[in-house]
């Protein structure tokens, strides 16, 4: 790809958008999959917990396409962040075809698209630890109870209780879960207003610069109803002053 050393062109910037494009389809398809992954592997770890054959083959194989996607994922924002420094680069560019103001504007929206895909990236992937910290610690204690369970069968009472205190806290995990999801959904939701809503403010800006003259003949107007407000006061009050003078003298 040619540098910004070369003179600016039209195409270079239509060239850079198109990549910007691509880059967000991909990261925006990429993040729905990584977070159904990471939400599913909660109960398919446990579920395979139980097969004591094949878990570990299957663990090994889920941490395997996760860490994949993870890496394509940091690969695809860094590829993002470095064509957003080159659009910067050439909307900084002196003698660009395209006026500063639109550009910038453009720009800017990118930015906000690439901020939104970073952060939700790395919410999702804190998420994602926390769940598998939990998830580690419960089958730890699962294990434990259960060898405890084999070895003796005395504390059958304390097992009991012990197991109970297990399925409360998965209880507990699943309506955090649950809670993750409604989040990220009202998330998705409230992005999608601020961009109708960016949308329409740009809409407004657009007809405002366009038609100035609307803005100075609503001034005009709102000056003469003051004007005329002040005139028919004046009246009125001059009116009353002589009905009173009238009446009392």
């Not at 941490?63 to 957003?84: G, P």
């Not at 930015?111 to 895909?117: H, V």
């Not at 304390?158 to 297990?166: I, P």
């Not at 309506?175 to 999608?192: R, V």
Request: hydrophobic fraction near 35%; include cysteine.
């Amino acid at each position: 790809m040619s540098t910004l050393n070369m003179a600016p062109d039209a195409n270079y910037w239509e060239d850079l958008r198109k990549q910007a494009r691509q880059l967000e389809n991909e990261l925006d398809l990429k993040l729905v999959s990584f977070s159904k992954l990471c939400t599913s592997y909660r109960s398919s770890t446990y579920d395979h917990r139980q097969s004591d054959s094949r878990s570990g083959s299957v663990g090994s194989s889920q941490d395997n396409v996760l860490a994949a996607m993870t890496t394509e994922l940091e690969h695809l924002l860094t590829n993002l962040t470095v064509v957003n420094d080159r659009m910067a680069e050439y909307a900084n560019t002196p003698g660009a075809s395209t006026p500063n103001a639109a550009l910038m504007h453009t720009l800017q929206r990118h930015r906000d698209i690439l901020q939104d895909y970073t952060h939700e990236f790395h919410k999702t992937k804190g998420n994602f630890h926390s769940l598998r910290e939990r998830e580690d610690l419960l089958g730890s204690v699962r294990r434990d109870i259960e060898s405890y369970k084999s070895g003796s069968g005395v504390n059958n009472r304390r097992s009991e209780l012990l197991l109970k205190e297990h399925e409360h806290l998965r209880s507990s995990d699943s309506l955090i879960d649950n809670a993750i999801s409604i989040a990220m959904a009202t998330k998705e939701n409230i992005t999608f207003q601020r961009g109708m809503l960016k949308s329409i403010q740009t809409r407004v800006t657009t007809l405002a610069n366009n038609f100035p003259a609307i803005n100075s003949l609503i001034q005009r107007i709102n000056l003469r109803k003051k004007r005329d407000s002040l005139i028919l006061g004046g009246v009125i009050g001059i009116c009353t002053i002589l009905l009173l003078l009238y009446t009392f003298r």
